[in-house]
């Protein structure tokens, strides 16, 4: 495969890069992402990942555009309001790069759907909105081996880390379990600063591409935590946990499980 | 007095032929402007504006003046000039109004005189001025005006003086009182004696023009025999260090600035050290001439001029018996014949001796104390208007845009109207004695404007569309050693309300002087907010129509325009020749390629591309033969240039008329080459005009057996789409493989093979092609 002149000029300002070239747009041309969720987090890395030339995007969603979804879910727009967000989100990505193949998935995802997904991806990236759903999704991805960048966000803060299953720890390493029911903050509390989702979606965009094109240090072991309001970043070293439930040696899950979620909580507080 | 203090050196005699020689080749079309202007401006001839008339720049070392030099200047002015001179703040003298084809008869003519413009403009070592009291001064730590002589003659001699990367001033004073302005030179020394011994304090990076600075203190004590080290080593790390293409930022005070003075004093100490391991330095022992203490007193008489004549004239020298009178010349402007007339002076006064002021005036010292009389009545009947040096009367101020190309305002014209509205109030005064006033017609600061008490600074300003001449008031500069302070601004003013916006001012401030206090405190606080009050008091413009007087600049008619602004003439040199030619030899291509390879046009590319970096090697060829062998010997022996070019000789003499067509164009392609080439050389030329050497660099040339693997045609791609595509073709090839490109003069050319270098390929050649360059790149 060789680059044609629109796409040379399209990417030119990312293959004048040592790092990328014309070997790596072509990796990333060549490149498939599954992007669980088209919300705060999914919106922006979506974005990205199809401007560089990412040339498979799957894009699973299973709401519907709400008016109060614009304030930071930028792939979807006025317009888009009532459709069906995976479908919003193809338009848009096609839209704004044609060498992007877009797949919508309008449906939720669950334990018996989630391996079929997965098998068509080289990454995912992981913009759910509730517990259940991240865990299932750690959990299907340590289980096949698919790269996996986590991110999550909350008012002024948020975090990422990125999980190569086996190579590093999983999210399962860093909380065991889903918290109880009550130990999550209630609706009202749960507000997001749509800038906030911003930032964590492009870090998590960002990882995406370093992984496709092979360059640099990703944030495997590492978990990044943002601070909106003093601005800063930090990172905490996350050591893989020798008795994980899931990726240790000895796992004790060994099947995907769904688990409960109280209506209001699914919706707002980790986007 | 006819003692000759400064010897003008053989070198300097022999090197005005290469002068003869420039304008005569000028003169018959033989050499283009820019060329010319690049010989012509280092040996202080400069363009007037419009281009038709010229004016010589005479260094007079130290402001020292005989008075047959004095009659030379004034019979030169009066034969190729318009019999006028100028006086300028550097101590020099200037003939304006010369015809082009007389600038050498001038130099000639002076030469025999002891005098000489050579570095009297371009980036040269300018005239080195020195306290024009030296030697009759009572608070002189020493004379060091034999010092600045000594200093002139040293550097005169070498040819390196002439080719710096921008101007290089140095002065002396000999006390704190600082008449020569120690830290508004590149080098100031300061006269100090330490344990017995003479020595200086040394400042640098001092500099007044668009961008002003106050210099630094170097070195507290060097004592006088390590003069010469000292100031050839800061020539030398200005010549290695100082940026030759950027000129509006390269003295040595930006240099200073860019390193910190830290760093450059280090550079300085290394330099001292290897100038005084590699060579000795004596400086020629300049006998100060003195004379024997005598009684004389000066005469009483009931003359007012006379008794103002005494107050405001007369210096008392420190030897018993003697003063020195100060000869104020408004504008620094005096005629041929009053010039004659003051040096005829000495027939009745057998010892005078003058000298030239960086106040722009001229002073006779060693008068008897009992000749003032007499010598005041002989001055009366030479100069209209004399009185009063030192004063508030005393403008300094440029030429302006009367000749200058780079004058905005008619500075001049506006000094004249200042000083007859001063004469008409303020002689006597407080503010008379104690201010004074400097004026430039635009921001370059000849009429040193950063150091006056109140300073005017000629602007443009848009009013109604139309330009309106504008002068931003300074207040509060200063002179005098570490004091020195610059100027700072207050507002501005129409040039037409200036006259009567400083009679205010001037009488507002009388008014605070009688119970005032410190003069520079005071200029730099109350000064202000009344000159700031004022100037909103005058800040008002009518437009046009109800005005057209404030559109008309002072000593004009017409209405105020920029044309006939140019770019200033002072930096022109290497560079600019260097250019010139590199410009003649690209024209030459494009005109041997519409021409049908025509060989005159061929031959001119082979002579401008190879003449265009030989003058950095001090060798300026006026015929293609020696151009080409000298280029020969310079660059292809010296492995600077490329050795494909070592049969460049055979190549060039085997052009003639009896070339055919296909043997033209072979010609023609080398020559293209060839410029090429030496483009790149200049390209790869640093600011100290070394090169990197062919020899120990990878600049490998081109093997048969290295045939490029794929050629790709960029002609009309732009950057960085061109890069992106050689550079995604050089992905696909293996190591050491060579791909060629073609691509577009201008930004491509310019971009692209750096680009690809950076990435790790190796350039092995570039070929201009009339508007493209077929470039050979190896795989890294």
Redesign the interface.
């Known amino acids: 495969m060789s680059?044609n002149d629109l796409q040379?000029?399209r990417y030119?300002r990312q293959?004048?890069l040592?790092q990328v070239?014309?070997?790596g747009q072509e990796k990333l041309l060549n490149a498939k992402v599954l992007i669980i969720g088209t919300g705060g987090l999914g919106a922006p890395s979506a974005l990205y990942l199809a401007a560089a030339g990412v040339g498979r995007i799957g894009l699973v969603d299973s709401d519907k555009v709400e008016v109060n979804n614009l304030q930071r879910q930028i792939i979807h727009s006025t317009p888009s309001v009532g459709m069906p967000k995976a479908e919003s989100g193809r338009r848009r990505l096609s839209e704004l790069n044609p060498d992007v193949k877009v797949d919508a998935y309008n449906l939720r995802i669950n334990s018996e759907n989630i391996l079929a997904l997965l098998k068509n991806y080289d990454i995912v990236v992981d913009g759910t909105d509730n517990f259940p759903t991240r865990f299932l999704v750690n959990d299907a991805c340590v289980m096949t081996k698919k790269p996996l960048v986590h991110a999550g966000i909350f008012r002024f803060d948020g975090q990422i880390m990125t999980i190569l299953p086996k190579a590093g720890p999983c999210y399962r390493c860093l909380f065991p379990e889903p918290p109880p029911p009550g130990a999550v903050p209630s609706c009202q509390e749960g507000g997001i600063l749509g800038a906030v989702a911003g930032i964590l979606g492009v870090l998590q965009a960002n990882e995406v591409l370093k992984f496709i094109l092979g360059i640099g240090e990703l944030l495997t072991g590492r978990l990044l935590i943002f601070d909106a309001l003093t601005s800063t970043f930090r990172t905490v070293k996350v050591p893989k946990d020798n008795d994980c439930a899931v990726c240790s040696d000895h796992p004790t899950i060994t099947k995907l499980v769904d688990y409960e979620q109280q209506a209001c909580q699914i919706k707002e507080e980790m986007e | 007095m006819n003692y000759n203090l400064f010897n003008l050196p053989e070198e300097v005699k022999k090197d005005a032929e290469n002068y003869r020689r420039s304008l005569e080749e000028f003169l018959a079309d033989k050499i283009p402007d820019a060329r010319f202007k690049g010989v012509r401006v280092p040996w202080g001839v400069y363009s007037h504006r419009g281009g038709k008339a010229f004016m010589s720049r005479i260094r007079i070392p130290a402001g020292a003046v005989n008075t047959a030099q004095l009659k030379a200047l004034a019979e030169a002015a009066k034969k190729y000039g318009d019999g006028r001179l100028h006086i300028t703040t550097r101590q020099d003298i200037q003939i304006h109004n010369i015809k082009l084809e007389d600038t050498f008869k001038v130099i000639d003519y002076l030469q025999d005189y002891g005098l000489s413009p050579r570095g009297g403009g371009g980036n040269t070592l300018r005239n080195i001025t020195a306290c024009p009291f030296s030697g009759i001064c009572k608070d002189e730590v020493f004379d060091v005006r034999a010092n600045a002589i000594a200093l002139t003659e040293y550097f005169l001699r070498q040819e390196s003086s002439f080719m710096l990367p921008r101007k290089f001033k140095i002065t002396f004073s000999g006390c704190v009182k600082d008449c020569s302005g120690i830290l508004i030179n590149d080098v100031g020394l300061l006269a100090d004696i330490r344990g017995g011994k003479k020595g200086f304090k040394i400042f640098v990076g001092g500099g007044l023009g668009a961008s002003s600075r106050i210099g630094k203190l170097l070195e507290e004590f060097i004592p006088e025999s390590e003069l010469g080290y000292c100031v050839t080593a800061l020539k030398n790390v200005f010549y290695k260090n100082g940026d030759r293409k950027d000129r509006h930022h390269n003295r040595l005070r930006f240099l200073v600035e860019k390193m910190g003075l830290d760093e450059f004093k280090k550079l300085y100490l290394s330099e001292f050290k290897a100038v005084k391991d590699a060579e000795h330095i004596a400086l020629k022992d300049i006998q100060a001439f003195s004379m024997q203490e005598i009684n004389s007193e000066i005469p009483v008489k009931e003359d007012k001029q006379y008794r103002d004549f005494l107050r405001y004239n007369i210096r008392p020298q420190r030897q018993k018996g003697y003063s020195c009178i100060l000869l104020r010349i408004p504008q620094g402007d005096i005629k041929a014949e009053e010039l004659a007339a003051l040096a005829g002076l000495e027939g009745d006064f057998k010892d005078i001796e003058f000298r030239a002021l960086q106040s722009q005036d001229i002073a006779i010292a060693w008068v008897e104390n009992s000749c003032l009389f007499d010598i005041f009545l002989k001055i009366k009947n030479i100069l209209q208007d004399f009185l009063y040096p030192d004063t508030l009367l005393d403008v300094t101020v440029c030429k302006g845009a009367t000749t200058c190309n780079l004058g905005l305002c008619n500075s001049p014209a506006l000094s004249r109207k200042i000083e007859e509205m001063i004469k008409a109030r303020f002689i006597g005064k407080e503010v008379f004695k104690r201010l004074d006033i400097k004026l430039n017609g635009c921001p370059n600061s000849c009429g040193q404007h950063p150091i006056g008490k109140i300073s005017f600074v000629g602007a443009a300003k848009r009013v109604d569309n139309r330009p309106v001449p504008f002068y931003k008031v300074l207040l509060g500069g200063r002179r005098e050693a570490e004091k020195t302070a610059l100027a700072k601004e207050a507002g501005m003013i129409a040039a037409k309300n200036a006259p009567l916006f400083l009679e205010e001012f001037l009488n507002k401030v009388e008014e605070k002087f009688r119970e005032s206090i410190d003069i520079y405190e005071f200029l730099e606080a109350e000064a202000v907010v009344i000159a700031k009050e004022l100037l909103a008091r005058h800040a008002y413009m009518p437009s046009y129509l109800e005005g057209r007087n404030f559109y008309v600049d002072w000593g004009r008619e017409d209405d105020f325009s920029l044309s006939g602004l140019g770019t200033g003439e002072c930096g022109a040199g290497v560079i600019d020749m260097i250019e010139a030619d590199l410009a003649d030899a690209k024209i030459a291509i494009e005109e041997a390629e519409k021409k049908s390879y025509d060989i005159e046009k061929i031959k001119k590319a082979f002579f401008s591309a190879s003449r265009a970096l030989l003058i950095v090697k001090g060798v300026d060829p006026y015929n293609p033969e020696d151009a080409v062998s000298e280029f020969k010997k310079k660059f292809v022996d010296a492995k600077i240039a490329s050795d494909e070019y070592a049969d460049i000789e055979n190549v060039f003499k085997a052009i003639n008329d009896k070339l055919n067509a296909e043997q033209k164009k072979e010609k023609f392609l080398y020559a293209g080459k060839f410029t090429a080439h030496i483009n790149e050389l200049y390209k790869s030329m640093d600011p100290s005009f070394s090169f990197p050497n062919c020899a120990g660099e990878s600049k490998p040339s081109l093997k048969n057996n290295e045939a490029p693997k794929r050629i790709m045609d960029l002609k009309g791609t732009p950057c960085p789409i061109n890069y992106i595509k050689a550079k995604l073709a050089l992905e696909d090839l293996d190591t050491g493989d060579i791909l060629e490109v073609i691509l577009d003069e201008g930004e491509p050319i310019r971009n692209v093979p750096e680009s690809l270098k950076n990435d790790g390929h190796q350039v092995l050649s570039v070929k201009q092609e009339g508007k493209f360059y077929r470039i050979l790149i190896k795989k890294g």
Do not use: R, T, V, Y
């Open positions: 680059l040379i000029e030119s293959i004048i040592p070239g014309g070997k």
